[in-house]
C-alpha cells in the first residue's frame, strides 16, 4: 500500500466518522426495508436497532401518507435510481411529529443497478415550528387580528 492510499483511506474514515456523528443515517433495500441504521437515527426517531431492522420505512410515516400513490411513487423512483431530496414529516416512534431535511440517495452496483438507498437526514424539527409560528403571526397581521402585548 502506497502513502498516498493510506492516506486517502484516513480521510474517507475521517469523513464517514464526520457523517455518522452528525447525520441520522439509515439504509434501506430498493423497496424500502431498513437494512441498518446508525445511532443518531435511532435516537432522534426514538427506536432500537431490533426494532427496526427489516421492517419497512413506513412505520415512520403517516398512516394516511402511506396509502397514497404519492408514497408509492416516492419508492418506485428511488428503485429506478433518482434521489428523493426535500423536508419530510416523520413519526417517532411515540407517536409524535418529526420534520427532517433529508436525502433518500439510491447506492447502485457496477452494472448500475439499484442495489440499496441511504438517507441523510438532520431533524429540523424547531426551525420549522419556528417558521410557522412566523408565518401564523403573519397571516394575522394581515387580518387584523393580531394585539400587541408586553
Not at 464517514?16 to 426495508?33: K, Q, R, T, W, Y
Not at 441511504?118 to 424547531?126: C, L, R, S
Amino acid at each position: 500500500m502506497s502513502l498516498f492510499s493510506f492516506s486517502k483511506n484516513k480521510e474517507e474514515k475521517a469523513q464517514l466518522n464526520a457523517i455518522d456523528e452528525h447525520f441520522a443515517v439509515i439504509s434501506f433495500s430498493p423497496d424500502g426495508i431498513i437494512l441498518e441504521a446508525n445511532q443518531n437515527f435511532l435516537n432522534t426517531l426514538g427506536y432500537t436497532e431490533n426494532e427496526v431492522l427489516g421492517k419497512h420505512h413506513k412505520i415512520f410515516c403517516d398512516k394516511k401518507y402511506i396509502t397514497t400513490s404519492e408514497y408509492a411513487e416516492f419508492w418506485n423512483n428511488l428503485a429506478r435510481g433518482i434521489s428523493q431530496i426535500n423536508e419530510f414529516e416523520r413519526i417517532r416512534k411515540d407517536g409524535s411529529s418529526i420534520w427532517i431535511q433529508a436525502s433518500y440517495t439510491p447506492v447502485k452496483n457496477a452494472s448500475g443497478k439499484v442495489t440499496r438507498v441511504v438517507k441523510f437526514a438532520q431533524d429540523i424539527t424547531e426551525s420549522k415550528k419556528v417558521v410557522d409560528a412566523v408565518k401564523k403571526a403573519i397571516n394575522l397581521a394581515k387580518t387584523g387580528i393580531v394585539k400587541q402585548t408586553i
